[in-house]
């Protein structure tokens, strides 16, 4: 989030803004071990609003966002996508 906030203050002055997206826990190869672990997974699902892990599906629409237009305005800000992780 540093960096970021860091970027977005060096490079507003030629137009370019920076963002970035933090993924929460995304049902990949990556988390496989956790999500096959049934206490380990009950444990992190009970933490999440969404009640659900996160598919890699998940990211596109806010990728898409900050890519367009719509998000113009918008600079040096880390987007959470964690089914709520964060608020808990």
Not at 12 to 29: C, E, L
């Amino acid at each position: 989030m540093g960096l970021t906030r860091l970027m977005a203050n060096e490079w507003a002055k030629h137009g370019i803004n920076i963002n970035a997206i933090a993924p929460g826990y995304m049902a990949t190869n990556n988390t496989e071990q956790l999500r096959s672990d049934e206490n380990l997974s009950a444990e992190i699902l009970g933490r999440i609003p969404a009640a659900r892990w996160g598919v890699p599906e998940d990211m596109m629409g806010p990728a898409v966002f900050l890519a367009s237009a719509a998000s113009d305005y918008v600079n040096g800000y880390t987007l959470a996508v964690d089914g709520g992780w964060l608020v808990c």
